[in-house]
């Protein structure tokens, strides 16, 4: 697909992953998650606005009993680099403490945001915190944060559709496409 953005630079997005290979992943990570939360209640958190479609699939997917938060954070830095200082834009409504936390993000890339986000949640004494990425880029971390589910992984290039965005854009789209300049 072949598309103008507002600023009339033409890109092109390339499939990556179909919307039926990630609905198929979306119910392998549920199996997972159901097995290692037996008898328990989980609290996901969605940070905002990225992971909003994969938790929305997620959530229907999983059996395990589930209720649902949300945070909204930005990074200060450039626009495509993260500089680990996080803005909290939206606050959960929902004390964690005493909870089983999942937080369900979109990309986990230089790991700089979620670092922060995991010890600003620690800090209010969860019973458990776990983390689930739709999209790992193991090649830019530089933090250690652990994640303990992922959806696929990847090295580089950047990525929109099903939740993701470029300048707000695309994130209606399906599938997952990979971002070319042409
Ligand atoms: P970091 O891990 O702090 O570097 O930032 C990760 C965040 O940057 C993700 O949660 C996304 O919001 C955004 N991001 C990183 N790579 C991409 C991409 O390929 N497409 C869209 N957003 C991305
Ligand atoms: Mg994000």
Redesign the pocket.
Known sequence: MTTTNASDVKLSLTPLFSAGEIAARVAELATQIDKDYQGREILMIA?LK?SFLFIADLIRAVKTPTIIDFVRLA?YGSATQ?SGIIEVRKDLEMSIKGKDVLVV??????????ESLRNMLLNRQPASLKICTLID?QA?RVTNVPVDYIGFSMDN????GYG???DERYRDLPDIRVVEGV
């Open positions: 940070v990225g990074s993260s993000e979109d990309i986990v890339d230089s790991g700089l945001t979620l880029k830019q290039g950047f990525i929109v993701l965005d470029l």
